[in-house]
């Protein structure tokens, strides 16, 4: 090898050297820290027909929303486990629900809120008459313990019809053996209140679902409370 090569090959040695150094001192690309996306909420489910607006009625009925009910409390026809006949129906206080049972062995079974703990009830009885659009008269217990329904007590008339008057558009009357409970199955403007315990003994539905019930149920149609499981069975 020639003095000349030998020279080159050295220099071509140390640059090398010296490239391997200054790499080493140089920091990696830096890679950008990128915040995670929020959780995007899944849609809400799609509103059935059933729930649609009912603009015919004698006060404007506006659609469900349904992001408010859960949909297992939505309106279906199940199979009738009731142990009931056809033509009766059956309040389900724990599970919030309420059915219909019809002769072809299935029954309807619709969303509900029910009675909060010291007004919930139970027994047989029967629904005595039913109305659209119903004043609502706060008996006089009711009154007692909210004195601001004075004006809507029995002696003041009610309050009149409206989707926001606490029967709202559909009222059944519920009699125990002749005599008036004072217990109602009626509609309800707020969606939220299905498949809770928020009323005052009532049996509250949606209104497209209480519509729906009122069209199906006669007067005189029987109705079986069932005891919540922690208390006793009213006679």
């Given at each position: ?17 010296s ?84 002769a072809?062995?299935?029954?309807m ?18 629904v ?11 008996p ?37 053996d ?45 109705i ?12």
């Amino acid at each position: 090898m020639s003095f000349r090569n030998s020279a080159l090959s050295r220099r071509n040695l140390l640059l090398g050297l010296s490239t391997l150094a200054l790499s080493g001192c140089v920091s990696a690309p830096r890679t950008e820290m990128v915040a995670p996306s929020p959780a995007v909420a899944p849609p809400p489910p799609p509103r059935p027909m059933m729930y649609d607006a009912m603009p015919n009625e004698q006060f404007f009925v506006p659609a469900v929303d349904v992001s408010k009910v859960d949909p297992a409390f939505w309106r279906t026809e199940v199979p009738n486990t009731t142990n009931e006949p056809p033509g009766t129906l059956v309040v389900d206080t724990d599970a919030k629900y309420l059915y219909f049972t019809q002769a072809d062995g299935s029954a309807m079974r619709y969303g509900i809120g029910v009675g909060r703990d010291g007004f919930s009830w139970s027994g047989r009885a029967r629904v005595q008459y039913k109305r659209k659009w119903p004043k609502w008269t706060p008996p006089d217990e009711m009154v007692a313990r909210q004195p601001e329904l004075q004006p809507y007590s029995i002696a003041n008339g009610g309050m009149p019809p409206s989707l926001t008057n606490p029967l709202s558009s559909r009222a059944l009357y519920i009699f125990q053996d002749g005599e008036d409970t004072l217990y109602r199955i009626h509609g309800t403007h707020q969606e939220w209140s299905i498949g809770r315990a928020v009323s005052s003994g009532c049996i509250r539905m949606l209104n497209q679902d209480v519509a729906d019930l009122y069209d199906r149920v006669p007067d005189g149609t029987p109705i079986v409370v069932l005891p919540s499981r922690s208390t006793p069975m009213a006679v």
